[in-house]
């Protein structure tokens, strides 16, 4: 049995709860916030972070320890590809969206959904300014070129990089941000083929529920 603890809005959990859907592995969700500090989750998670994956009674925290885990545990469906550059470019591309996209897109989606509606606080509107203005371009420009015109980040199927890529914009698509299809052609084509796609719709409707959006 399979349980992921932690909130699907997070991008680090949304990577987790994409892969266990493209694999076709039936989970169960913990709705943990970020931060808990409670004995029990400290137990399983001692920087208090989410996610962590509960499988049969093992745990783990880190959603890249978790993918990696989760490729190695159920190998159908791989989300690793095989040849060492390809896993290097995956591996990376995946390293990048969980630092500097997450660090510049997530703030978009908590300062204009989650602070207004989970903490009823305002939206600190010059921090999202700021990330979308300056701190964005540059990080989206990277992955316009590093991107290919079609298909999958790196290979043919989905992998890693695909996850690590799509969870963060996600964020900001909630925020009601989308990169410019003029200024990042290949990114914003790329992104529309993945929300088209059945796990990413899966996904965005148990996010909307649990916004309270549907
Ligand atoms: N490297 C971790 C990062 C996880 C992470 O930063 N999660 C955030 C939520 S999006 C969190 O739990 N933050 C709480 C904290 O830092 O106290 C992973 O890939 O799982």
Known sequence: ???????????????????????????????????????????????????VLE????????????????????????????????????CWLEEYGDTKL?????????????????????????????????????VLAYLNDALPTDGYAVGDHLSIADIGIVSPLMSARHGDYMPDAKTYPKLAAYFERALASDIVQKQLSVELEFMGVN
């Open 102 to 138: 997450v660090e510049s897109a997530a703030p978009i989606f908590f300062q204009r959904i989650v602070r207004p509606r989970f903490f009823n606080e305002p939206t600190d509107e010059a921090l999202v300014t700021q990330k979308i203005e300056v701190e964005l371009p540059p």
């Open 1 to 51: 049995m399979i349980t992921v603890h932690g909130v699907p809005l997070s991008p680090f959990v949304r990577k987790v709860q994409l892969a266990l859907r493209y694999k076709g592995l039936d989970f169960t969700s913990i709705p943990v916030m970020p931060g808990d500090d409670s004995d029990a989750f400290s137990k399983i998670s001692p920087l208090h972070k989410i996610p």
């Open 55 to 90: 499988h049969d009674g093992f745990t783990t925290p880190d959603s890249s320890v978790i993918l990696r885990y989760l490729d190695q545990s159920f190998p159908d469906k791989p989300i690793y590809p095989s040849d060492p550059q390809s896993q290097a470019k995956a």
